[in-house]
């Protein structure tokens, strides 16, 4: 059955199939056409005094004309006066005597009245397509595969066909249908404009190479390379291999609530790390210098220390110091979040392009320090010094990629600069002799650093520093994220001290040895190498 709310004081009537049948209506009207006059004013008058009566009726009873609820279907309202005069409505059950009652009155005011609520009620009809109505999907969460349906007056259960289980969303009730997300405005998510990160760092970094500086030798040995019964004191290995500690501090901002632009700095130093050598002896044992005489063709040595004829000490010092910057752009080209709708809950991926500036820095030096006491007494004082210096300075792009699920991440890291490598070489050397009682004199040079090989060199090389590095996330909250990675720096054609060390020595040169002759040696060319470092990073990661 269908039902017509009451409007403009009209009573409730009921409609049955004639109001989605206009041929039913159209025969009616025909047959009221074909009455004469006086018979349909008295019919009229008829059905007026009806409605008169079912309206006095439905106030004595308190029963007004069935209305259809939701939930409530075959239920009326029974209406009761207050206290202030106003209707207070309750549901009730219809009687089968007022439901037949009802039914008769709408028939009579269909096919015998003609008032002007009926003639409205007649063209609504006239205009009112002959269609089945459109079940209505309600929810149901206590049934997830099937609905409630309304179909005119009546209910009914009407199974779904099954849904997908990719397309509910798991996120809320059961039922819900998934609809795709709106875009994530990151302007309402909190502490994701600007960071900063700390982190310590347990790193390794390639040693120097260092051909042999001191040896001893035994059985009448005088230390040189070649004889079986010298044994190397210091050097012929790499310096400064071991692990050192230090920091890298860093931070970034977003340029935009999207973050669709952002700008990071960060900055890292490893401490200065030394590796140190100090050897006495009064002449045994022999303590000496080894180094390869141009002249003779043969391996030679300078002797520190020998039985009855010199007493000495000889000092190895051995610095190095790393640090490094860099200022990047960021640019996010893959976002990806999810929510339990389309991917795993909590879930989130990110890829970020990175282009910007990279700077290296690395200082190095060794000295080798002599004090020689000879019967006299005279004293001899001497030292060669090795110092290099390397900066880098170059263009730098690469790539980020960071997945989030829920309190735990993961930060792959790949980048790579290609630039200049200044590298800077300096060599020193000195002596001083002191003969009692005349007054000690100084002559340029040492040993391994001479007159021959002595002075500052520079040079410019092409180089390419690739970098790459993992790290492990956790958030403790919202702002704070706790970090543990690994890095891997590689670093092209840089200037190493022990790779300057000319070990080829022309003798004359050497102070107190009388007026240079033959071949100047040793002598000076730039020796670049490759060396990388490595570690592990500890660090903590604020959003604000």
Not at 268 to 294: C, M, V, W
């Amino acid at each position: 059955m269908k039902r017509l709310s009451p409007r403009d004081g009209e009573r409730f009537a009921f409609g049955g199939p004639s109001y989605t049948e206009p041929g039913r209506f159209h025969r009616s009207i025909k047959s009221l056409i074909s009455m004469s006059l006086l018979p349909a004013i008295v019919v009229a008058l008829s059905a007026g005094q009806q409605r008169v009566e079912a309206a006095e009726l439905t106030l004595r009873s308190g029963v007004e004309r069935p209305a259809w609820s939701p939930n409530r279907p075959g239920q009326a309202i029974a209406v009761s006066p207050t206290s202030n005069g106003e209707s207070d409505a309750e549901f009730r059950e219809i009687t089968p005597e007022e439901l037949e009652r009802f039914t008769r009155e709408d028939d009579n005011a269909e096919f015998g009245g003609f008032s002007g609520s009926a003639t409205r009620r007649a063209h609504a009809r006239d205009d009112y397509t002959s269609v089945s109505p459109k079940p209505r999907i309600t929810q149901n969460c206590s049934m997830p595969d099937s609905t409630r349906c309304e179909s005119g007056s009546e209910y009914v259960d009407t199974p779904l066909p099954p849904v997908d289980s990719r397309f509910v969303d798991q996120s809320y009730p059961a039922g819900n249908i998934y609809t795709p997300p709106a875009p994530v405005d990151m302007s309402a998510t909190p502490y994701c404009r600007a960071w900063a990160r700390a982190e310590a760092l347990l790193w390794w970094m390639e040693g120097s190479s260092t051909p042999p500086l001191v040896t001893t030798g035994t059985a009448g040995s005088l230390g040189e390379l070649d004889d079986p019964n010298t044994r190397i004191l210091f050097g012929g290995t790499e310096l400064n291999d071991e692990m050192r500690v230090g920091g890298r501090f860093g931070g970034g901002y977003w340029f935009t609530p999207q973050r669709d632009w952002g700008i990071e700095g960060n900055y890292f130093f490893l401490q200065e790390k030394t590796t140190s050598y100090h050897a006495a002896s009064d002449g045994d044992p022999i303590l000496a210098r080894p180094f390869y005489n141009i002249v003779t063709g043969d391996q030679d040595s300078h002797v520190m220390a020998f039985p009855d004829v010199i007493s000495g000490t000889v000092d190895v010092s051995a610095k190095s110091r790393l640090q490094g910057a860099e200022l990047l752009l960021r640019r996010p080209i893959v976002v990806q979040r999810t929510n339990g709708r389309n991917g795993p809950a909590g879930f989130a991926l990110g890829v970020e392009l990175l282009a910007g500036y990279r700077f290296l820095d690395l200082a190095e030096d060794l000295r080798i320090s002599e004090a020689l006491e000879m019967a006299g007494p005279s004293t001899i004082e001497l030292y060669d010094l090795f110092e290099t210096k390397n900066q880098f300075h170059g263009a730098q792009v690469g790539f980020v990629t960071v997945l989030q699920q829920n309190r735990f991440s993961a930060e792959f890291l790949l980048k790579l600069g290609l630039g200049n490598t200044r590298s800077r070489v300096v060599i020193d050397g000195e002596t001083v002799t002191t003969v009692p009682p005349v007054p000690p004199v100084t002559d340029d040079g040492g040993l391994l650093a001479l007159p021959t090989n002595m002075g500052s060199y520079t040079q410019n090389n092409f180089a390419v520093v690739p970098e790459l590095g993992v790290t492990l996330g956790y958030d403790i909250n919202d702002r704070l994220r706790a970090t543990v990675g690994y890095t891997f720096i590689y670093w092209s054609r840089v200037a190493r001290p022990g790779d300057q060390i000319d070990m080829a020595v022309n003798p004359s040169y050497i102070p107190n040895n009388g007026p240079p002759v033959g071949p100047a040696s040793p002598a000076f060319s730039f020796n670049t190498t490759d060396m990388w470092m490595h570690g592990v990073n500890l660090g903590l990661d604020l959003r604000f």
